[in-house]
């Protein structure tokens, strides 16, 4: 079945940093990929839209200067953290489509981001 | 914001048959309702999902009602392992926004 692998699972990093997020699809090719952010107890949020040659798609009130998505290919996705200070201490998931099919679409096992 | 409402937590016996609700009372003809469950500290995990007729795999059986403004998850014979948070989503696409899911806990 499809596999979408995220690296790091979890990463520690000092506040003013940056910290990059890989999302790759393993056995597929992906146009689109989604990144999500998920706080404790909390559902997950769509942060934005990852197209694959082209800028990304953010979500109202996500800064795109702070969460910088590249696509460069069609099976990776990086999110880049920048500056990051604690309150970007979240849970980092992405998702992927199979272009060109119906198959619904999967989750990596997220990445955890603690800042401090 | 999302469009679909679900009961905040439910219980289940081990063995059970688990029927999570959702209500979708604004879907759109166009719509698919997708069901996703996620454990904690996980990824979200594909379960099922259906547009206007039922729809049955592996893991779990989807009911949507004629009118389509509600669905029912059904894990026929829930375990332990089934405990998660299980999110009923409405989209035309890709494109999925969640809302707070049910919080299923089975019970030995």
């Known amino acids: 079945g499809a596999v979408v692998s995220q690296h790091p699972s979890w990463v520690i990093c000092k506040s003013g940093t940056s910290v990059k997020i890989e999302c790759r699809s393993l056995d597929f090719q992906a146009t689109t990929m989604f990144w999500y952010r998920q706080f404790p107890k909390q559902s997950l949020m769509l942060m934005a839209t990852s197209n694959e040659g082209s800028k990304a798609t953010y979500e109202q009130g996500v800064e795109k200067d702070k969460f910088l998505i590249n696509h460069a290919s069609l099976t990776l996705s990086t999110l880049t953290v920048t500056s990051a200070h604690p309150e970007d201490s979240s849970f980092y998931i992405c998702s992927a489509h199979m272009t060109g099919t119906n198959s619904p679409l999967h989750f990596g096992n997220g990445t955890r981001l603690t800042v401090t | 914001d999302a469009k679909t409402t679900q009961p905040t937590s439910m219980d289940c016996a081990e063995g059970r048959a688990a029927n999570l609700p959702c209500n979708h009372s604004t879907i759109s003809g166009n719509e698919y309702v997708y069901w996703y469950r996620q454990i904690h500290s996980q990824g979200p995990q594909y379960i099922i999902h259906g547009l206007k007729n039922n729809e049955t795999n592996e893991m779990a059986s989807l009911i949507i009602t004629e009118d389509r403004k509600s669905s029912t998850l059904i894990l026929p014979h829930a375990t332990l392992r089934d405990t998660a948070v299980y999110y009923c989503?409405?989209?035309?696409?890709?494109?999925?926004?969640f809302g707070t899911g049910t919080r299923l806990q089975v019970f030995p």
């Open positions: 989503i409405v989209s035309p696409d890709d494109k999925l926004i």
